[in-house]
């Protein structure tokens, strides 16, 4: 059974910085790619940012290019999403997801099977 749980979520301000983190639970042995995603009321779940379970393969979108950085540590199965300049229009639901092909660059927002309940960051201005 996976199982992910996010946390880290909050209200801040303008130029401030948050972490996600994102506890795994999978069978023994899994070997997976990561994301985080995240969610604005009215607009559509976008991939923000992804790693492979090697972790050669790392991948920001545009609009969090230099300011987030997604990390991993497999020994502790937990997912990092460093979030530094935060901007208004970073509010939102952010999840965290597993794609469970092994050899997964992350980057297919489609192929993601397991998700996490959310955790809504807000940024005020």
């Known amino acids: 059974q996976v199982q992910l749980v996010e946390s880290g979520g909050g209200l801040v301000q303008t130029g401030d910085s948050l972490k996600l983190s994102c506890a795994i639970s999978?069978?023994?042995?899994?070997?997976?790619?990561m994301g985080w995603f995240r969610q604005a009321p009215g607009k559509e779940r976008e991939l923000v940012a992804a790693m492979s379970w090697s972790g050669d393969s790392i991948y920001h979108s545009d609009s969090v290019k230099g300011r987030f950085t997604i990390s991993r540590d497999n020994a502790k199965k937990t997912v990092y999403l460093q979030m530094n300049s935060l901007k208004p229009e970073d509010t939102a639901v952010y999840y965290c997801a597993i794609d469970n092909r092994r050899t997964s660059t992350g980057r297919d927002p489609l192929a993601y099977a397991y998700w996490g309940q959310g955790t809504q960051v807000t940024v005020s201005s």
């Open positions: 999978t069978p023994p042995f899994s070997m997976y790619a």
